[in-house]
């Protein structure tokens, strides 16, 4: 077998239909679909059946154990000599199997990312990587390489020799794609769009912002110091890098999802007060990053106004029409 598609599903009746249809018109028999069903109150085994394609196999989890560990359920599974990852509410484009077939038969590479489309209720974008000079370990921690999984295909054989697997954790992509990228040679990237990220409806991306977030975030990123340390193969520059991962993740992104809380009437005061005394205790090495040209300006400035005062960085997020 040389492609393993793991599909993670939970409460996915109303979509997981089109979602396997945009696989399953790919002929190849090369391939397999794995479906893992997240313990949902409906399960969707009648709805996986009824396509009595021999490339699908369904599992259903008695217990829901969320996305990082259904994940792992598929790879324990799969047999594919390369796999890669599907949200149940999610799709691909035409012809996107059959490419990333192609390019597996064609090069030697431990990781595949591809461009993608993200669909919102009134728009769809286009969202590529264009890899640095700095290389694809920089371009991942400093976030110009995203996190996500579903727009990449990685070689099962590096997964099992590290033991590479999900945590079950907020932010569980994060920490594989590192463990992948430390232990990683080689990668190839296509400039083309294979995959549909739908945004426009209800999704976990759409929940308000929790302290819980933030712990787990911060958790996570704390191994991957821990995960760096102890590598003999990390760039010499890796601890720069991830401090200015410590900044988006830990501030930059907190900080855009509890605006879009305040934007929407639903910011939890404690949420606000928790993040507030975090940020005032937390060094991130602002001035370093700023001086190394890693950090913007206007970044290092939203730092200094939010620990006087979130309020006005939230006004002047409205003035500027932040999304």
């Known amino acids: 077998m040389l492609l393993s598609i793991v599909v993670t599903a939970y409460e996915s009746k109303e979509t997981i239909n089109k979602c396997l249809d945009s696989i399953l018109s790919c002929k190849d028999d090369r391939f397999e679909v794995l479906v893992i069903d997240d313990c949902s109150s409906e399960p969707i085994k009648d709805e996986v059946c009824s396509y009595k394609d021999s490339r699908v196999r369904y599992f259903y989890n008695e217990k829901n154990i969320g996305p990082g560990p259904s994940r792992n359920v598929g790879l324990y599974n799969a047999t594919g000599d390369f796999v890669t990852f599907v949200d149940d509410d999610d799709s691909y484009l035409e012809g996107a199997v059959s490419t990333i077939i192609s390019e597996i038969d064609r090069f030697n590479f431990d990781i595949l990312v591809f461009d993608y489309q993200v669909k919102y209720e009134d728009v769809t974008e286009e969202k590529a990587w264009c890899p640095s000079e700095e290389g694809i370990l920089r371009d991942f921690l400093s976030d110009k390489l995203v996190s ?176």
């Open 148 to 323: 996500t999984v579903w727009n990449k295909v990685y070689k099962l054989s590096v997964l099992s020799e590290n033991n590479i697997i999900f945590p079950s954790c907020h932010s569980e992509d994060s920490l594989f794609n590192f463990r992948f990228l430390l232990a990683s040679r080689n990668y190839r990237n296509i400039r083309k769009s294979l995959y549909l990220f739908d945004k426009s409806g209800d999704s976990i991306t759409k929940s308000v912002y929790s302290s819980r977030s933030f712990v787990q975030v911060s958790g996570v990123i704390d191994e991957m110091y821990c995960l760096a340390g102890g590598c003999s193969a990390q760039p010499s520059d890796i601890r720069e890098y991830l401090d200015l991962r410590k900044f988006l993740f830990l501030f930059k992104d907190p900080v855009l999802r509890l605006y879009r809380d305040w934007k929407d009437k639903r910011l939890d005061p404690e949420v606000l007060n928790f993040f507030e005394k975090k940020i005032k205790k937390m060094s991130f090495n602002e001035g370093l990053l700023l001086k190394s040209g890693m950090l913007s300006f206007r970044d290092w400035m939203s730092v200094k106004v939010f620990r006087l005062s979130p309020r006005a960085v939230f006004l002047i997020m409205r003035a500027m029409a932040v999304r």
